[in-house]
């Protein structure tokens, strides 16, 4: 976005959303037109249906370097979500912080299969484990709000994400939070009607092949499962029936194929009689449930 020989050339919406989805292609980015659209309604204070609306308009000079320095920021493959400071989950806006991970459209169906489970509950108390940003959670409340949520994190920060995004999601009469590395500081009782949880599941090895999105912006305690990405997954499992009613469950977000070997360690080391897989809309199994 450069003007050429001392000149000031006049740059509409459209100029600018052309040149910077080859700009951001070029670096790798994957979906740079997009990302181009959102960056532009961001730093604009408006809408992605406004500004094609809108593509005759010039942008003014204090836009186009407010533009830029973003566009840079996402060049250097910074998530969107960061930059803007929000990520849509549920249809919610949910806001994130550098250090607290990105809520992500797979984990959807890990609320799909937690509202399914308490349904039928008149006051279904659920635990999630490692909230993160709480969209779970908070999704959980906004779809259910007879349910109570206590969210748990090893990271303030998190928590304190999840708190205020719940208060503006207007649900957090319904959600406590609790610093806690996994049950650490939960006090055992049979409780619960639901644990739930996006552990992390990747494996150590695979951390460094991740895409600069992740591997670079994302927190490395929310993404290392351990040597096969199963540690957290054997640490949830053998505890949660302390934590659960007797007809409790605990629902977790698995990596792609791990879900038998999520089901094995459930039915072996968590003592959980029925065993359920669950697909995402990409047709791979996603969450994996342990009824007692």
């Given at each position: ?88 989950f549920w249809s919610l806006p949910f806001r994130v912080a550098p250090g607290v991970l990105i809520p992500r459209p797979d984990t959807e169906i890990l609320v799909d299969v937690v509202l399914e489970e308490i349904k039928g509950i008149a006051s279904p108390w659920v635990m999630e484990v490692g909230t993160g940003s709480g969209a779970v959670a908070v999704s ?153």
């Amino acid at each position: 976005m450069k003007a050429s020989h001392g000149t000031s050339q006049r740059w509409t919406v459209k100029d600018v959303l052309d040149w910077t989805g080859r700009y951001l292609a070029g670096k790798g980015v994957s979906s740079p037109r997009l990302d181009a659209e959102v960056l532009l309604a961001h730093s604009l204070g408006t809408d992605r249906l406004h500004l094609y609306l809108n593509l005759d308009r010039p942008l003014l000079l204090h836009e186009r370097d407010r533009y830029r320095d973003l566009v840079r920021r996402r060049a250097e493959r910074e998530p969107v979500a960061l930059i803007t400071g929000t990520k849509e989950f549920w249809s919610l806006p949910f806001r994130v912080a550098p250090g607290v991970l990105i809520p992500r459209p797979d984990t959807e169906i890990l609320v799909d299969v937690v509202l399914e489970e308490i349904k039928g509950i008149a006051s279904p108390w659920v635990m999630e484990v490692g909230t993160g940003s709480g969209a779970v959670a908070v999704s959980i409340l906004h779809e259910n709000p007879k349910a109570t949520v206590l969210a748990t994190d090893v990271d303030t920060l998190s928590l304190q994400i999840a708190w205020l995004n719940a208060k503006e999601a207007h649900v957090n009469g319904s959600l406590d939070c609790a610093a806690s590395d996994l049950f650490s500081a939960i006090r055992p009782g049979r409780g619960f009607d639901v644990i739930c949880s996006n552990p992390p599941y990747i494996p150590t090895e695979n951390i460094p092949a991740l895409e600069r999105e992740i591997r670079d912006f994302e927190p490395q305690r929310a993404l290392d499962g351990g040597p096969d990405g199963l540690d957290v997954i054997r640490r949830l499992s053998v505890h949660a029936r302390d934590y659960l009613k007797d007809s409790g469950a605990i629902i977790l977000e698995v990596g792609d194929g791990q879900a038998d070997s999520v089901a094995d360690i459930l039915s072996d080391l968590g003592g959980f009689s029925a065993i359920y897989r669950f697909l995402d809309l990409a047709g791979k199994l996603r969450v994996v449930k342990g009824k007692v």
